[in-house]
């Protein structure tokens, strides 16, 4: 940073870890806000120092990362992802891609970057891993297993179709090989997980088969993979960070772009993010559902129909009071087939709900009117409960 902060106000100086620091206990069970902040981050109340952690990115997000550690004193968990796979595609010879304005641009000095950034562990920066692009998956293989540290997480940014009957049986076995802990983040536009019906299943399967994985960048999918022995996972802040799209495509919102963002609010009840547009309509006729979490106190939620960053930022303290409470009811189930009991059932109460409130505010199921019940949340309510 430029500025030379005024000696009467430095901050103590930010506590870094080195490579010989395993990343493995320092993650274990947590999930992680993926944030991206702008400019300057601020504390997260709603985040548990106990169960969760910041994963920065986005443009600068080494920089901010250090802002968090060094202005604003955040101790807790921290990953920087600096996301070359927006713009970058992982090729058989080079599937890594060193920062190019760095230095020395090797693997290892951005590894060693993020710690001096106040990374808690380090991810490596692998580009993008498209369809059935086997040689590229098996170059992150490679490249991988020559990391010599403790402290590295190998990210696989890889298209959803990477979990395709097809291809499922491929990427397990390369994670498996994999001698480090791995962070999946899953490319897409829209929900991934609706992709192909056996989606989940399969993302199920990954990560009851390969130890130490991790899901990062992705929404509820985070809380699925914990209950099935992910190290830990990461939810977006927003709906552009709960998953990721190719370099070359550009996100598609449904809408026909441009105009005022509203922000997206995880439904209590229903389990599911819905926009803030959409309550406003659905509960135009009806009594609004209400949210009790420590941010809205009561507060309606068709009341977020504004594109201020207020508003914004207690939407995102909504949804974050929200998930974090289901990861710590998560975290009270001892591992294995009772907390997956729990996620189920809890799974398919949501479900049931669904036809409830459409019925109580009196409209059907359909897209337009009501509330459909996703893909995936479906799949995790019904999928068996394996021990
Ligand atoms: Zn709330």
Not at 58 to 65: E, F, K, S, W, Y
Not at 219 to 234: N, Q
Not at 318 to 337: C, F, L
Not at 373 to 383: H, Q
């Amino acid at each position: 940073m430029s500025n030379a902060p005024d000696p009467r106000r430095r901050p103590p100086a930010v506590k870094t870890l080195d490579h010989t620091v395993a990343a493995v206990p320092l993650l274990q069970g947590r999930v992680l806000l993926h944030e991206h902040t702008q400019p300057i981050p601020g504390p997260r109340p709603a985040l548990d120092d106990d169960l969760g952690g910041v994963v920065m990115t986005g443009a600068n997000a080494d920089t901010r990362a250090f802002q968090l550690r060094a202005d604003v004193g955040y101790q807790g968990t921290l990953l920087i992802d600096s996301a070359v796979y927006t713009t970058y595609t992982a090729t058989a010879e080079e599937p890594f891609m060193a920062p190019p304005d760095e230095l020395f641009g090797t693997v290892e000095h951005s590894l060693n970057f993020q710690k001096a950034r106040g990374a808690s562990a380090a991810l490596t920066p692998t580009g993008y891993i498209p369809p059935a692009s086997s040689r590229a998956l098996k170059a992150v293989l490679r490249e991988a297993n020559r990391i010599e540290r403790a402290d590295t997480l190998v990210s696989l940014p890889i298209h959803v179709t990477w979990l395709n009957r097809e291809n499922i049986g491929q990427l397990t076995e390369v994670c498996a090989r994999i001698r480090h802990p791995k962070a999946v983040i899953l490319f897409r536009q829209f929900d991934p997980l609706e992709q192909a019906k056996d989606v989940p299943s399969n993302l199920r399967r990954l990560f009851t088969e390969v130890e130490n994985m991790s899901l990062l960048r992705t929404d509820l999918a985070a809380l699925d993979v914990m209950a099935h022995g992910a190290l830990c996972a990461g939810i977006g802040v927003r709906s552009s960070l709960r998953h990721a799209i190719p370099p070359d495509d550009k996100a598609q919102t449904g809408k026909g772009g441009g105009g005022p963002t509203y922000p997206h609010i995880l439904m209590p009840q229903l389990m599911r993010f819905k926009g803030a547009e959409f309550l406003s309509k659905v509960y135009g006729n009806a009594d609004p559902a209400t949210c009790d979490c420590e941010e809205c106190d009561g507060r309606s939620l068709d009341s977020f129909f504004l594109s201020d960053g207020e508003t914004q930022r207690e939407a995102e303290n909504h949804n974050i009071y929200i998930w974090s409470e289901w990861v710590s009811n998560m975290a009270s189930y001892p591992a294995g087939t009772e907390r997956k009991t729990w996620w189920r059932d809890k799974c398919a109460a949501a479900v049931d709900r669904c036809a409830l409130e459409n019925q109580r505010i009196g409209v059907g199921a359909s897209p337009k009117s009501g509330f459909q019940v996703p893909a995936p949340l479906k799949a995790w309510a019904t999928l068996p409960v394996t021990p």
